[in-house]
């Protein structure tokens, strides 16, 4: 086999999205406003945000709950998904963030189907009450709180609901807690995660690795028993 990296992820993706993604003003408008506005460029790749589209439709999502807004790209593939009485939850720390965000989400015509919570997310998913239940929840902020979040997802997520966790591999250094150079906070809460997960009897879940735009990473993807 040729060796593969980065560059071959990457055009892959673009291979792939050119015949299923259609160019969407909406969604470059959200990417054009993050980048103006200097925030991070970590949100979810187009063929993910797609993925979580379908996925909230495939399960008749009305109630998705989102852990980690950044600048809305994700929200906003989510908030396509559901019905006009729908609703993404979304909590994020950083103002500037939830400002950015919300333009973009008012410009995409989603205002009505999309809440953001501002504050640390430990405090708004603790002060969110168990009903209505959520069908979806994508955890999607500072990794280090993982396994509080999954908590709070579980008590949020309907019986049959998914909780989809992003970036569980991180180029690999999560399986890999002897390399200290690359063993940060982030991973480790990846690991206290998947710990709990061994025994956890209130979801059952697998880890499925991506690469792509982003590298290499991926998706833990638990249901709620
Ligand atoms: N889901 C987004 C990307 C989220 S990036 C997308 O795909 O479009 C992670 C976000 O989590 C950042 O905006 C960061 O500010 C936010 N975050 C970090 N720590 C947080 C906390 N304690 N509470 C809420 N949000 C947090
Ligand atoms: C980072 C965070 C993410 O949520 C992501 O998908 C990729 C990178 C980060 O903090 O570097
Ligand atoms: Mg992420």
């Not at 050119?18 to 959200?30: I, R």
């Not at 609703?87 to 939830?98: G, I, P, Q, R, S």
């Not at 969110?128 to 959520?134: G, I």
């Not at 591999?169 to 690991?191: F, K, L, M, T, W």
Request: net charge negative.
């Amino acid at each position: 086999m040729s060796s593969q990296g980065f560059d071959d992820w990457v055009r892959s993706d673009r291979f792939h999205n050119s015949f299923l993604l259609a160019p969407d003003a909406d969604l470059d408008f959200a990417l054009q406003n993050m980048a103006d506005n200097g925030l991070p460029q970590i949100a979810v790749s187009a063929a993910q945000g797609k993925f979580l589209y379908l996925h909230a439709r495939a399960i008749g999502a009305k109630r998705v709950l989102e852990v980690g807004t950044l600048g809305g790209y994700s929200a906003i593939w989510l908030a396509r998904a559901l019905p006009a009485d729908g609703e993404v939850v979304t909590m994020e720390v950083d103002e500037k963030h939830a400002t950015v965000a919300q333009a973009s989400i008012d410009h995409a015509g989603l205002a009505s189907k999309v809440k953001i919570v501002r504050g640390p997310a430990v405090d708004s998913l603790a002060a969110l009450p168990s009903e209505p239940k959520f069908d979806l929840a994508f955890v999607d902020a500072d990794k280090r709180s993982n396994l509080a979040y999954l908590l709070e997802a579980e008590r949020l997520v309907r019986p049959g609901g998914v909780i989809i966790i992003d970036n569980v591999v991180r180029y690999g250094r999560v399986s890999n807690p002897a390399d200290p150079e690359h063993d940060g906070i982030d991973s480790q809460g990846v690991r206290r995660m998947l710990e709990h997960l061994k025994t956890d009897k209130n979801v059952d879940a697998t880890t499925i690795a991506t690469v792509g735009e982003k590298g290499w990473d991926g998706f833990c993807y638990a249901i709620r028993l």
